[in-house]
């Protein structure tokens, strides 16, 4: 590795007089991939938007190539190689691949049109040099997640980056699709470019960074060479306790609670047969376009089967829309939490009675005090980080807002809860807190579905898995018979199928 490229010392930074950091450090070399790690609310966000000149330190020195920097804006940042690919990657949905790559160089220039020649060109250039292959023509909307991620780092590339920072870079990304990631940065790397990943999964730590730096609460905890770090000091520091992991195995399997017959729904899945019973936690995985989620949207009525048959406690019973789904006691926590679960302008209380707020009205009035003091219960039962069930819902973390996304279906008094990738873009410390929810709802009678292609969430918290290949259920096993290795191999089609029950 080479020489320091970005230094920062003592860094300070408050919003309305609360500190959101404390003093941080961060040493960063060139042809390093360097982890920035911590919960969320840990202050990540801010310190990269200090380094990029989105914020300003109210105290500290952030030393850049050598070069202190005092007052800098974001573009001062980017002429000096920082160049940041956040969350939502920044692109133009309704422009072309090579038009987004070209971007900022065509704005550079003085021309007053578009040289269409010479954008591609530079796209073909930039696209090279990471290893990608699109369309140079195709609109960006019509684009996979990993492969807008890759128009993102050839714009960045074009840039002269010498510092990359991805926040929370696989997300959304398949396990291919993050084996493709890394490679890239590798390459990056030993071009000497110093690269910065901020991130809470920790078993992908492992597999790309040189070193690590951890914050809690806006100030350092710890900072070394990743191999000084095992997982279980790792996860201390970050979220300051102690997470074991277990596999759930329930004891006791009591009387059927769900059972589907020959769901079909034409063009995305046929002939799903499964039964679910009162203690067990069942997991549906599959790639991308394997149907898997269509089934929990069926289920639901979002998008209702064609055919097939639905029991719950023994009874037929028929979802044609969500109003129906939710007569039925059946609760959906979708995938995407901030655009389908919450009302992010609305407080947490409204959000939490979103689901059952006819259970409120007394003599045609809503009885706030009632809704105040059930929100106020969730927030203690589900251990969710707010002052009160008053602020808006954005105020809080990531796995914070997926507690109150559950505490709104909770509060419906559901017998059934199906959840699409429950603990996306949570922290290791909120997804600990998410599976025991779960668990205990399984032991209290509450069918739960796990929907998610998260394979160690699936065997550690479901005792049976369903593989769903191309609409129809490849493979079923017990948990115990399964792990990682094998699920990996029977979704990559490496492996014989294997079912038992």
């Known amino acids: 590795m080479g020489e320091v490229f970005l230094e920062l010392k003592g860094i300070k930074k408050s919003f309305d007089g609360v500190y959101a950091l ?22 990540k966000s801010t310190l990269i938007k200090v380094i990029s000149g989105v914020h300003a330190a109210n105290e500290g020195e952030v030393y850049i190539d050598g070069k202190e920097m005092k007052n800098f804006s974001p573009m001062d940042a980017i002429r000096q190689g920082v160049q940041v690919i956040y969350q939502d ?14 971007m900022n160089r065509n704005m550079e220039s003085s021309n007053k049109l578009i040289n269409w020649k010479e954008s591609k060109k530079i796209a073909t250039e930039a696209m090279a040099k990471i ?37 929370e870079p696989t997300t959304a990304l398949t396990a291919k699709e993050v084996d493709k990631l890394f490679t890239i940065i590798k390459n990056l790397k030993e071009k000497g470019i110093a690269i910065v990943i901020v991130t809470h ?8 960074a040189d070193k690590l730096t951890i914050i809690r609460n806006g100030e350092n905890v710890a900072s070394g060479d990743i191999k000084d770090f095992d997982q279980p000091a790792f996860v201390k520091y970050m979220t300051g306790r102690d997470i074991v992991k277990t596999n759930f195995r329930p004891t006791e399997i009591g009387e059927e609670i ?15 047969n499964f039964r679910l019973q009162k203690g067990e936690v069942l997991g549906i995985t599959g790639l991308l376009g394997s149907g898997r989620g269509e089934i929990g949207d069926a289920l639901f009525g979002i998008a209702p089967a064609n055919s097939g048959d639905i029991y719950l406690h023994g009874k037929k019973i028929g979802i044609k829309n969500i109003g129906d789904a939710v007569k039925h006691k059946i609760a959906y926590v979708p995938e995407d939490r901030l655009t389908q679960g919450l009302f992010l302008e609305r407080s947490i209380a409204d959000n939490t009675v979103a689901a059952s707020i006819k259970y409120y009205f007394a003599k045609g009035m809503l009885q706030f005090k009632e809704m105040i003091d059930s929100s106020d219960n969730w927030i203690k039962d589900l251990n969710i980080v707010a002052k009160s069930s008053r602020p808006p819902v954005k105020t809080l973390s990531g796995g914070n807002q997926q507690k109150v996304v559950i505490a709104k279906w909770l509060n419906t008094k559901p017998e059934l809860l199906i959840l699409n990738g429950p603990t996306v873009g949570v922290d290791i410390g909120a997804k600990s807190d998410i599976h025991g929810i779960l668990h205990r709802l399984a032991g209290e009678g509450v069918g739960i579905i796990i929907i998610s292609d998260d394979l160690s969430e699936l065997v550690e918290n479901c005792n049976r898995i369903i593989v769903v290949n191309n609409g129809k259920i490849q493979a ?17 089609g490496k492996a014989e199928q294997e079912a038992s029950r």
């Open 258 to 272: 769900l059972k589907v017959e020959n769901l079909t729904r034409k063009g995305v899945f046929n002939n799903i």
């Open 89 to 102: 990657f920044a692109v133009f949905p309704n422009l072309t691949v090579a038009e987004n790559i070209a």
């Open 131 to 167: 290893g990608a292959h699109m369309d140079l023509d195709l609109l960006v909307e019509q684009l996979s997640v990993a492969n807008k991620q890759m128009v993102a780092i050839c714009r960045a590339i074009l840039g002269e980056a010498k510092l990359l920072i991805l926040d």
């Open 22 to 43: 404390k003093g941080v450090n961060l040493t960063v070399k060139k042809g390093e991939v360097h982890c920035l790690a911590g919960v969320n609310g840990c202050g």
């Open 476 to 492: 079923e096993m017990n948990s115990s018979d399964t792990d990682e290795a094998k699920l990996s191999e029977l979704l990559n």
């Open 201 to 208: 999964k920790i078993d992908e730590v492992y597999d790309i």
